[in-house]
T-cell receptor, first 109, second 116 residues
Framework: KQEVTQIPAALSVPEGENLVLNCSFT??????LQWFRQDPGKGLTSLLL?????REQTSGRLNASLDKSSGRSTLYIAASQPGDSATYLC????????FGAGTRLTVKP | GAVVSQHPSWVICKSGTSVKIECRSL??????MFWYRQFPKQSLMLMAT?????????EQGVEKDKFLINHASLTLSTLTVTSAHPEDSSFYIC????????????FGPGTRLTVT
């Protein structure tokens, strides 16, 4: 059974810092890996989707990489802003999508 | 495009009653819909997968007689929590995909259920 782990569980940084969120998974035979943002009490906002044949995806200040062989993905956020404060979830799989527990990010002004 | 809605966004019900949550794909036909549950400060857990016109497939530990799922059309799936109890209080999120393997799931905004 696929297990997804996210480190750290919580992160607090000053505004402007670049930061990296980590995601690891136990079964490298995946279709997709997706990063989401979740604000308190809200649903999911899809940030980046990396298909199994891809190594990375970029959107604005966000860059996600995927290394299937090592079972890892990283989400890089450049020049963090207070509005980036949220919980970031990593999920792997296709129909049987498995989520990590998330990293709760706080960006201080 | 690829918008999924849920209704209601929040609901409070008394213990023992049943609650129905709707999930709709607004601008695409969803061949497969998924229901997730999220307890406070925990991640999403897949409850069941449903294909239009077929019975839902439930994850281990999810009671199919308690969580009734109907996927009667390509744009609508419903989750009915029967005889709800306080421990069923949770955030329920649905998602939908329009194609087969490799297609992206699109998530609804979630429904907050509180059972008193």
């Amino acid at each position: 059974k696929q297990e997804v782990t996210q480190i750290p569980a919580a992160l607090s940084v000053p505004e402007g810092e670049n930061l990296v969120l980590n995601c690891s998974f136990t079964d490298s035979a995946i279709y997709n890996l997706q990063w989401f943002r979740q604000d308190p009490g809200k649903g999911l906002t899809s940030l980046l989707l990396i298909q199994s044949s891809q190594r990375e995806q970029t959107s604005g200040r966000l860059n996600a990489s995927l290394d299937k062989s090592s079972g890892r993905s990283t989400l890089y956020i450049a020049a963090s802003q207070p509005g980036d404060s949220a919980t970031y979830l990593c999920a792997v799989g296709d129909n049987d999508m498995r989520f990590g527990a998330g990293t709760r990010l706080t960006v201080k002004p | 495009g690829a918008v999924v809605s849920q209704h209601p966004s929040w609901v409070i019900c008394k213990s023992g009653t049943s609650v129905k949550i709707e999930c709709r794909s607004l601008d695409f036909q969803a061949t497969t819909m998924f229901w997730y549950r999220q307890f406070p400060k925990q991640s999403l857990m897949l409850m069941a997968t449903s294909n239009e016109g077929s019975k839902a497939t439930y994850e281990q530990g999810v009671e199919k007689d308690k969580f009734l799922i109907n996927h009667a059309s390509l744009t609508l799936s419903t989750l009915t929590v029967t005889s709800a109890h306080p421990e069923d209080s949770s955030f329920y999120i649905c998602s939908a995909k329009g194609g087969g393997s490799g297609y992206e799931q699109y998530f609804g905004p979630g429904t907050r259920l509180t059972v008193t």
